[in-house]
């Protein structure tokens, strides 16, 4: 292994551990992404999508939370922005967008969720289950505004990288401001835990963005 590639690793544990998972994505990922564009493309849209429409439904089920409902009101026109980013980026290059797939990865999370506590531990298990979708799009991002081929796409995607570091902080912070930090700590590092399993039983598609 060659110096560059050895501190290339390097960057790539640092980016992981800042986010705090557990697990570097597979650095063939990228390779298989980029074979087509089509494909990937269209899985992250309807990322996208259902990013905005999670916060819809935060607000749709605690209304009542007025801090929370302040501070995602504005993701969700963020994340159909993004959407509309990934749609103008397809048309560009002549690429049409596909059907929504099942996302195997976000099943798996949800199933996780505690089921059955009180309307509080419910907000954790969703706002924690949000925040890790959001590091880990920004750890693959990452990977594909460092390694992807074409110029252009590297720009597109550490666009896409920056914004989601930012809404992966707030879904922690608003965990915290309304479960507390302890309790969110301790149960955060279960979800890294659950998150790592998850990614190393599904297998490497270069045709989903998880
Ligand atoms: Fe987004
Ligand atoms: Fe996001």
Not at 32 to 49: G, R, S
Not at 53 to 82: F, N, R
Not at 148 to 156: C, H, V, Y
Not at 192 to 206: K, S
Request: overall charge negative; charged content about 30%; glycine content about 4%.
């Amino acid at each position: 292994m060659t110096d560059t590639e050895l501190l290339t690793q390097e960057q790539d544990l640092r980016g992981v551990q800042m986010l705090g998972l557990q697990l570097p994505t597979d650095p063939r990922w990228v390779n298989l992404a980029e074979m087509d564009l089509e494909e990937i493309l269209t899985d992250h849209a309807y990322c996208e999508q259902k990013a905005a429409t999670a916060c819809i439904s935060l607000i749709q089920q605690y209304p009542d939370k007025t801090e929370m409902v302040k501070s995602i009101a504005p993701i969700v026109t963020e994340e159909w922005g993004h959407f509309r980013a990934v749609l103008a980026e397809m048309e560009k290059r002549g690429l049409q967008l596909g059907r929504q797939r099942k996302d195997e990865y976000v099943n798996e999370l949800l199933k996780f969720q505690k089921k059955g506590g009180s309307r509080e531990d419910a907000l954790l298990e969703k706002l924690l289950v949000c925040a890790l979708i959001e590091a880990r799009s920004c750890e693959r991002f990452r990977l594909l505004s460092l390694y992807i081929s074409d110029p252009a796409l590297r720009d597109f995607y550490h666009r896409f990288m920056v914004s989601e570091a930012g809404h992966y902080r707030l879904f922690i912070d608003l965990a915290k401001a309304y479960s507390g930090e302890e309790k969110v700590k301790s149960r955060w590092q279960e979800y890294l835990a659950r998150e790592a399993e998850i990614m190393q039983e599904l297998e490497l598609r270069g045709d989903r963005m998880h």
